[in-house]
């Protein structure tokens, strides 16, 4: 079974720039989350959805930023403008909440984000 | 200050050494409690839970404190393969998302 997908997997792009990140979650699995990790700040929580509906979008830097879930096996985040502050690997994750689910996170392989 | 607080490091261990990480975290909240484990330029992946009464999965032992909101992992007979960073990864109550500890990077040399 595939894991979480996610492309590009590297992206290099230039300030002002629009970049639009995307990924496919695991089959089944009702919730999705967009994380972001950086040297200085870590692995921060960006958005994350509920059987297509955000949730938490408390992580949200700006309003450069938004991300959509527009079905169960596709979302995206995008920036628009890009700066270079938002140079980063950001990671999408997807659990599944069921009886016979574990909440696992199960994360994707990311997309690193280099913003010139 | 953080809301999960972990040494940095980095452990540099020989092969067959017991080492031990903390992390403490500032929620009376949090319900939940694991280490994943990342590797460089990887994803982070799960590596245990970590319940109140202590779990045990080989070689590696999780302990929770939540009256002093403290966890710690124990490695014990440390493997080249081990090497890595640990993050310690609280979930609030009511809450599906994970909150990340900085992590601690281990090194197991030959």
């Known amino acids: 079974d595939a894991g979480v997908i996610q492309s590009p997997r590297h992206e290099v792009t230039e300030m002002g720039q629009e970049v639009t990140l995307r990924c496919k979650p695991i089959s089944g699995h009702d919730y999705l989350f967009w994380y972001r990790q950086t040297m200085m700040r870590g692995l921060e929580l960006l958005i994350y959805f509920n059987n297509n509906v955000p949730i938490d979008d408390s992580g949200m830097p700006e309003d450069r930023f938004s991300a959509k879930m527009p079905n169960a096996s596709f979302s995206t985040l995008k920036i628009q403008p890009s700066e270079p502050r938002d140079s980063a690997v950001y990671f999408c994750?997807?659990?599944?909440?069921?009886?016979?689910?574990?909440?696992?996170?199960?994360f994707g392989p990311g997309t690193r984000l280099t913003v010139l | 200050r953080k809301e999960v607080e972990q040494d940095p490091g980095p452990f540099n261990v020989p092969e067959g050494a017991t080492v031990a990480f903390n992390c403490t975290y500032s929620?009376?909240?949090?319900?939940?409690f694991f280490w994943y484990r990342q590797d460089c330029r990887k994803e982070p992946k799960l590596l245990m839970s970590v319940y109140s009464s202590g779990n045990e999965d080989g070689r590696f032992t999780a302990q929770l404190n939540r009256a002093s909101q403290y966890i710690s992992l124990l490695i014990r007979d440390s493997k080249l393969s081990d090497s890595a960073t640990y993050l310690c990864v609280v979930r609030d109550t009511g809450r599906r998302a994970l909150t990340f500890g900085s992590g601690t990077r281990l090194q197991v040399q030959p």
């Open positions: 929620n009376s909240a949090s319900q939940s």
């Open positions: 994750a997807s659990s599944d909440s069921g009886l016979a689910g574990s909440n696992e996170q199960f």
